[in-house]
């Protein structure tokens, strides 16, 4: 008889872990979410569209490579930028990585996701809440208490803290998980009615406020409409300033991207913030997952290995080694 799966989240890692284990087990994944991918967003408002979480990824291992060729083929992915040079207050500084193969989702950045999670069984809009331990397995419950099934493992992509929270006290990986510390980020999006070239596609900023831009309108698949902007917070800015009202979080960053573009920005056709509580690894879990086989609990995530969307696949693809003699035994 199969064995249950219970995956929590569906970003790169939960996808990456479910396709690894999706013949040996039966697998369901549980995402709060409407759309799959995690921090590998895109969001679309009034004809324009951002790119509002990770901005773009490499591809280092041979695995990670196959998967990316795989989503070339399929016109999931493509090369870009070409170049990311650093912005600051005196100019512009060149690409510190020349040669370095860059890549996005399109025709936004989730469709990388998309395209892991086709025939996979996921539920979306669905949060677990709590895990109950019964003689039968693992019970998983909803916010309200609702019942979201049994299952014999349960392992849990999420965020390092929200995984830390969901996980019973006893579990072994519980202390790895404490170590870990993740920062925020603010996205700003603007949305430009005119075409608006600063001079690069994207851009790494010194600034006391910002860290990145992209003008996401240059990436391939996108609409050409108009100038789509996308800047990021410095994580250590966004720390300080995460529980500021919007409006003022807004100003702020408007302001710094004003300066640095020289020009104003604050009557813009569309504007809007998303908050990402857990946006960037600090420390890392120091391990490649954690895993508790006596209590059928395991997690995994980027946060276990570092930043890089590849992280996740990796971390995801070492517990599926480990958890396969499991489920074939």
């Known amino acids: 008889m199969r064995q249950r799966l219970a995956i929590i989240g569906a970003g790169i890692a939960g996808l990456s872990l479910a396709r690894a284990l999706g013949n040996s087990a039966d ?38 490579k196959t998967v990316i060729e795989r989503a070339r083929a399929s016109e999931a992915v493509a ?16 690409d510190d990585r020349p040669d370095q193969l860059r890549y996005v989702g399109t025709p936004g950045m989730n469709s990388l996701a998309n395209a892991l999670g086709l025939e996979l069984t996921i539920r979306k809009e669905a949060t677990v809440g709590g895990l109950i331990d019964t003689p039968d397995g693992w019970h998983l419950r909803d916010g309200e208490g609702g019942d979201l099934g049994r299952f014999d493992w349960v392992i849990s ?32 999006m603007i949305g430009l009615e005119q075409s608006f070239d600063p001079g690069f596609e994207a ?22 409409n108009g100038t789509s902007l996308v800047l990021h917070s410095r994580n250590d800015w966004a720390e300080a300033n995460l529980e500021r009202e919007r409006s003022a979080v807004t100003t702020h960053m408007l302001a710094a991207a004003g300066h640095l ?30 895993l508790d086989h006596q209590r059928k609990l395991a997690a995994c995530g980027d946060w276990c290995r570092g930043n890089r969307v590849e992280a996740a696949v990796e971390s995801a693809e070492a517990l599926a080694r480990a958890l396969l003699p499991y489920f074939r035994g």
């Open 27 to 64: 697998v369901i994944i549980f995402e709060k979410s409407r759309g799959l991918g995690g921090r590998m967003a895109n969001r679309r408002r009034e004809g324009y569209a951002f790119d509002h979480g990770a901005q773009f990824f490499t591809a280092r291992s041979e695995s990670f």
């Open 79 to 94: 090369p870009w930028p070409e170049r990311v040079p650093t912005l600051s207050r005196a100019g512009l500084l060149p």
């Open 157 to 188: 992509t999420a965020p390092a803290p929200q995984t830390a929270r969901l996980m019973p006290d006893a579990f072994s990986g519980k202390a790895a998980l404490e170590r870990v510390r993740m920062s925020g980020c603010f996205t700003l």
């Open 203 to 224: 851009a790494r900023i010194e600034d006391t406020v910002l860290s990145w831009i992209a003008v996401d309108t240059s990436k391939p698949g996108r609409g050409r």
């Open 261 to 290: 573009l020289r020009r104003d920005l604050t009557h813009t056709a569309f504007i809007d913030l998303h908050r990402w509580r857990y946006a960037n690894v600090e420390e890392t879990a120091g391990q490649d997952y954690l």
